[in-house]
């Protein structure tokens, strides 16, 4: 295949589906997918439920320091970076982010709606 049949292919990619956002079955992941946007999502869940204790002490450490945060935080700083970091390279952890994103994806391909849309009408009760 050309580098321009190439190009032409994955410029169509993404076109297709209920509302011409891409085939909502679609498995596969774009290179930014991989880089950027799974690696966000995994930061965001290791956050909220995997590290949420050292992500506490922090900012508890931080609120009362100040600009001094910077010396004074650093064991706290360091707990909140191993734990993260210990997630970040966890492949079943990998696993499940990227199963979650693209369940995530292929919602909105179906719905033309993102999540965080369908949240709002959820609550809004329509």
Same mark, same amino acid.
């Given at each position: 295949?050309?580098?321009?049949?190439?190009?032409? *292919?994955?410029? #169509?990619?993404?076109?297709? +589906?209920?509302?011409?956002?891409?085939?909502?079955?679609?498995?596969?992941? /774009? /290179?930014?997918?991989?880089?950027?946007?799974?690696?966000?999502?995994?930061?965001?869940?290791? $956050?909220?439920?995997?590290? @949420? *204790?050292?992500?506490?002490? #922090?900012?508890?450490?931080?609120? +009362?320091? @100040?600009?001094?945060?910077?010396?004074?935080? /650093?064991?706290?700083?360091?707990?909140?970076?191993?734990?993260?970091?210990?997630?970040?390279?966890?492949?079943?952890? /990998? *696993?499940?982010?990227?199963?979650?994103?693209?369940?995530?994806?292929? *919602?909105?391909?179906?719905?033309?709606?993102?999540?965080?849309? $369908?949240?709002?009408?959820?609550?809004?009760? #329509?």
């Amino acid at each position: 295949m050309s580098e321009q049949e190439e190009k032409n *292919e994955n410029a #169509f990619r993404n076109t297709g +589906g209920p509302h011409g956002l891409g085939d909502p079955d679609d498995t596969s992941l /774009r /290179r930014v997918e991989v880089e950027v946007v799974i690696p966000k999502k995994m930061r965001e869940i290791a $956050r909220a439920e995997k590290c @949420s *204790e050292e992500v506490e002490a #922090f900012t508890k450490c931080c609120q +009362g320091s @100040s600009y001094a945060m910077v010396l004074s935080c /650093r064991k706290e700083n360091t707990a909140l970076w191993d734990c993260l970091g210990k997630w970040y390279n966890n492949e079943e952890f /990998r *696993e499940r982010c990227t199963k979650e994103y693209l369940e995530e994806r292929s *919602e909105y391909r179906r719905s033309g709606l993102t999540k965080k849309q $369908r949240k709002r009408i959820a609550l809004a009760g #329509f």
